[in-house]
C-alpha cells in the first residue's frame, strides 16, 4: 500500500476503528455514540457502523464534524447522557469516548443503557483527572471498558486494517 495513503491509519484510524470494532463491539443494530469527532471519533463511528450498528450518534461542540445524528451539549439545559438516554428510549448500547475530556468520559459511561450497556474511554486524560460516578451505575450492569490503540496487535493486525482501507 501506498506510504502516503495508510501511514495514517497507523494511529489514530486504528484506534478508533478497534475501540469500537474491538472493544466496544456493537450488535447489529445496535445505538452508538462517539463522543468526540476528530480523527479518532470518526474512525470510531465508522467502526460502529461496519460492526452493524443502526444508529450512531455523534457528540462534539463543533456541528460542522458530522453529518449524521448529532447532539452538542451547548445545546441543552440538562447532561447530555440525559439527553441521549431520552432520545434512545433509556440510553445508548455502547458509547466511544475519543476526547481525554474526564467529563465526556463519565458522560460516555453514563449514558449506555442500563443491563447491557457498554462504554469504551480511549482519550487520554489529564494525569490528574478523577472519573466520578455513583456506584449504581456498576450495579445495573453497565459495563466500563479502556483500550489503548483500538486493542489492535499492530505487527499482525495493522495489515488487515490497510487491507479494509484499500478496498475502500
Known amino acids: 500500500a501506498p506510504l502516503d495513503k495508510v501511514c495514517v491509519l497507523s494511529c489514530g484510524i486504528s484506534t478508533g476503528l478497534g475501540a469500537s470494532i474491538n472493544v466496544?463491539?456493537?450488535p447489529k443494530g445496535s445505538t452508538v455514540a462517539v463522543f468526540g469527532l476528530g480523527a479518532v471519533g470518526l474512525a470510531a463511528a465508522e467502526g460502529a457502523r461496519i460492526a452493524?450498528?443502526?444508529?450512531?450518534?455523534g457528540v462534539d461542540l463543533n456541528p460542522?464534524?458530522?453529518?449524521?445524528?448529532?447532539?452538542n451539549p451547548k445545546d441543552h439545559n440538562k447532561p447530555v447522557q440525559e439527553v441521549l438516554a431520552e432520545m434512545t428510549n433509556g440510553g445508548v448500547d455502547r458509547s466511544v469516548e475519543c476526547t481525554g475530556n474526564i467529563n465526556a468520559m463519565i458522560q460516555a459511561f453514563e449514558c449506555v443503557h442500563d443491563g447491557w450497556g457498554v462504554a469504551v474511554l480511549v482519550g487520554v486524560p489529564?494525569?490528574?483527572?478523577?472519573?466520578?460516578?455513583?456506584p449504581m451505575n456498576f450495579?445495573?450492569?453497565?459495563?466500563?471498558?479502556?483500550t489503548f490503540f483500538g486493542?489492535?496487535?499492530?505487527?499482525?493486525?495493522l495489515p488487515n486494517v490497510v487491507e479494509l482501507y484499500m478496498k475502500k
Request: glycine fraction near 4%; aromatic fraction near 10%; avoid cysteine.
Open 24 to 26: 466496544a463491539k456493537p
Open 52 to 57: 452493524g450498528a443502526s444508529r450512531i450518534i
Open 64 to 71: 460542522s464534524r458530522f453529518e449524521e445524528e448529532f447532539v
Open 126 to 134: 489529564h494525569k490528574d483527572a478523577e472519573f466520578k460516578t455513583h
Open 139 to 146: 450495579l445495573n450492569e453497565r459495563t466500563l471498558k479502556g
Open 151 to 157: 486493542n489492535y496487535k499492530p505487527r499482525t493486525d
